[in-house]
C-alpha cells in the first residue's frame, strides 16, 4: 500500500509559472524527505531534500515546504523552464543513525511535469 | 568519477526464465539497494546489500534474490519470470546510511514476453 499520496498525477505550465507538487505521508516515523527528477530513460536524480524540523528549504529554483503537524510538504519549482519537463518523487526515509532501522526510500507514484515555452 | 552503472541496460525475457542484473556502485559506496519501477509507478524498495548480506528486503517473493561481491558491486537475480515482472530495474549506492549520497542508476529496462 502507498504510505506517501502524491498529487497532481500530471501538471503543465507555462514558461515561467510556478509549479506545485503535494505529497501527504502516515508514517510519522521518518525524517527525511527527499524530492527527485527523473527524465525519461534515466533513474531519479536527488533534488532537493528536507528534515521535519525545517519548515522550509531552498536551493535555487527549488523550494520545499514541510508541514509536520498536517504530515504534508510540497515542492515550488520558481521561474520553471521547458528544461524541469520531467517526473517528480517525492520520497520518505528513516533517521537511520537514529537506529530506527529502515533503509528504504518508500516513494510516491510520480507527478509529470510538462513546462510549456 | 563514475556514477552507478548498470548492464545490461535492455533485456527481453521469456515467462518462466531466470535472469541476473548487475550493478556497480559509485566509487566510494559500500551499499546497494535495488529497486522494481513499473511503468509509471515511483520506485518500489527490493532489498539493501551491505556487507555482503541482505540488510533489509522488501514486500516481495522469494524469486528476487541478490549478491553483493567483496568489491560492493551486487546483482539481482529473478527466477520464474511473471509478465508483471516487466519494470525498469534501477540500482542505487550510497556510503552506508547516509541518505544524501543516495545515487541511482540509469537501470535496466526488463520485459517480459
Known amino acids: 500500500q502507498q504510505q506517501v499520496k502524491q498529487s497532481p498525477q500530471s501538471l503543465i505550465v507555462q514558461k515561467g509559472g510556478i509549479p506545485i507538487i503535494n505529497c501527504a505521508y502516515e508514517?510519522?516515523?521518518?525524517?527525511?524527505f527527499p524530492w527527485y527528477q527523473q527524465f525519461p530513460g534515466k533513474g531519479p536524480a536527488l533534488l532537493i531534500a528536507i528534515r521535519p524540523d525545517v519548515s522550509e528549504k531552498k536551493e535555487g529554483r527549488f523550494t520545499i515546504s514541510f508541514n509536520k503537524s498536517a504530515k504534508q510538504f510540497s515542492l515550488h519549482i520558481m521561474d520553471s523552464q521547458p528544461g524541469d519537463s520531467a517526473t517528480y518523487f517525492c520520497a520518505k526515509g528513516a533517521d537511520t543513525y537514529s537506529g530506527a532501522g529502515s533503509y528504504q526510500l518508500t516513494f510516491g507514484k510520480g507527478t509529470k511535469l510538462s513546462v510549456i515555452p | 568519477d563514475a556514477g552507478v552503472t548498470q548492464s545490461p541496460t535492455h533485456l527481453i525475457k521469456t515467462r518462466g526464465q531466470q535472469v541476473t542484473l548487475r550493478c556497480s556502485p559509485k566509487s566510494g559506496h559500500d551499499t546497494v539497494s535495488w529497486y522494481q519501477q513499473a511503468l509509471g509507478q515511483g520506485p518500489q524498495f527490493i532489498f539493501q546489500?551491505?556487507?555482503?548480506?541482505?540488510?533489509q528486503r522488501g514486500n516481495f517473493p522469494d524469486r528476487f534474490s541478490g549478491h553483493q561481491f567483496p568489491n560492493y558491486s551486487s546483482e539481482l537475480n529473478v527466477n520464474a519470470l511473471l509478465l508483471g515482472d516487466s519494470a525498469l530495474y534501477l540500482c542505487a549506492s550510497s556510503y552506508d546510511r547516509e541518505w544524501y549520497g543516495y545515487t541511482f542508476g540509469s537501470g535496466t529496462r526488463l520485459t517480459v514476453v
Open positions: 546489500y551491505y556487507e555482503e548480506e541482505e540488510r
Open positions: 508514517n510519522t516515523a521518518f525524517d527525511y
